[in-house]
């Protein structure tokens, strides 16, 4: 099997392609990623090399270069990540939003469409992974987004996820393509560009500089593992029901004033500083505007029906992700300081 992986240099595609690439040697995996801001081949440095790997550099925007990679590399199947996601850019710039997440999307439809509906569609999957903010926000109660949750996103991030995800939808209805979708609650772990708040809050900590915390820090939001998305992505993958959605949460909410003190006595208990001494560095900044209160995943559907579970707890994780951005402050230094996008620029010229 041939499965194009888009998005694949970035966070959680990393994860997605180094999982595959392992598991599955008799699977080739090909990553498409425009190597945005976001998307780092560092990310992948250890399996570059692997038989069953190649990495494309591409733009899901472009239709022209979407029709004629399918045309040449005939992908048996899809699993989509690339996207911008992140809701803060989504504020200043929600075109960029709509041009990869909506018409990216929709170019990758056409194109597996395509070329699959004339022989068939029978052994092709197409799977769009999208997010649990296209349901809303949640008030502080018992409730939890399933996928029966009526959409309601309030970014022109979410707005754009929300929107990709009915067309994926549209063309397993209309036209009959065999699609998955699954929508994942917040991932933490090694690789998150440190523009998210957990990279970001180790990468300030680490440097001493202050760690915004927006608003009072009441917004709640349910953590997961990134590698536990990524097995997830697996037993959906494999094992989903097309045509199906499945919500994908670590059964973890915290507050982010909470989260964010918790990182600090991790951090100072790794650095041996004293106790309380991070937590000084917490700075209260303005709100990010439309600022979804709570998001809460009701992951029972994939645990039920495919078995699926997260495989550590949030202080296992934390620990892990503190532990591995202490070891990569290398990683760390060249994403801050743009080394990596001028390194990439030079790389990929003309490609
Ligand atoms: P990311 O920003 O870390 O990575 C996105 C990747 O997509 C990057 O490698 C980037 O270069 C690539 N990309 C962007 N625009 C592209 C384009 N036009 N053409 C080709 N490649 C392009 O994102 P992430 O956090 O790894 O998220 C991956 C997917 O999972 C996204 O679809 C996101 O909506 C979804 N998701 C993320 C989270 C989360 O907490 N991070 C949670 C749920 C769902
Ligand atoms: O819920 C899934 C989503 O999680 C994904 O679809 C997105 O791609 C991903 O970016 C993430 O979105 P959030 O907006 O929840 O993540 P972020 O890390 O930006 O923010 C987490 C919470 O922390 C949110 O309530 C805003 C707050 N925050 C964020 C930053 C960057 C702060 O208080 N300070 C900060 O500096």
Same mark, same amino acid.
């Given at each position: 099997m041939k499965i194009l992986i888009t998005g694949g240099a970035g966070f959680i595609g990393s994860h997605v392609v180094r999982l595959f690439v392992m598991k599955y040697p008799n699977y080739q995996i090909i990553n498409l990623d425009a $190597?945005?801001? +976001?998307? /780092? $081949?560092e990310n992948l440095r250890d399996v570059e090399? +692997? #038989?069953n790997y190649r990495f494309v550099k591409g733009d899901i925007a472009d239709q022209a270069f979407i029709d004629e990679l399918f045309a040449r590399? *005939? #992908?048996? +199947?899809v699993i989509h990540l690339a996207a911008e996601s992140h809701v803060d850019r989504s504020i200043t710039d929600p075109m960029a939003f709509v041009k990869t997440n909506v018409i990216g999307t929709v170019n990758l439809l056409n194109a597996a469409r395509n070329l699959w509906q004339p022989g068939g569609y029978a052994g092709h999957t197409f799977y769009h992974v999208s997010t649990d903010e296209v349901y809303g926000s949640l008030d502080f109660g018992p409730e939890m987004f399933t996928e029966d949750t009526a959409y309601d996103p309030r970014s022109p991030y979410s707005a754009s996820k929300a929107s990709s995800d009915h067309f994926v939808r549209a063309w397993h209805h209309t036209y009959g393509l065999p699609i998955k979708l699954s929508n994942c609650s917040n991932n933490y772990g090694p /690789?998150?560009? #440190? *523009?998210?708040l957990i990279p970001l809050a180790i990468h300030r900590l680490r440097t001493g500089q202050p760690v915004p915390v927006y608003g009072k820090g009441e917004n709640v939001r349910d953590w997961l593992f990134v590698k536990d998305h990524a097995t997830a992505i697996d037993a959906v993958f494999h094992n989903g029901k097309l045509g199906d959605t499945y919500n994908i949460g670590g059964v973890n909410e915290w507050q982010n004033l909470k989260l964010i003190e918790l990182l600090c006595d991790v951090v100072d208990e790794k650095t041996g500083q004293g106790p309380g001494t991070s937590r000084r560095l917490i700075k209260f900044v303005t709100d990010r505007a439309g600022h979804d209160m709570r998001y809460a995943i009701d992951s029972s559907k994939i645990m039920n029906e495919l078995g699926w579970k997260p495989s550590v707890t949030f202080e296992q994780g934390l620990a892990q992700t503190v532990d591995w951005y202490l070891a990569n402050e290398e990683w760390l230094n060249s994403v801050t300081s743009g080394a990596y996008q001028d390194y990439n620029t030079k790389q990929y010229a003309g490609r």
């Open positions: $190597l945005t801001y +976001a998307g /780092n $081949l090399g +692997a #038989p590399e *005939e #992908p048996d +199947a /690789n998150h560009f #440190p *523009e998210k």
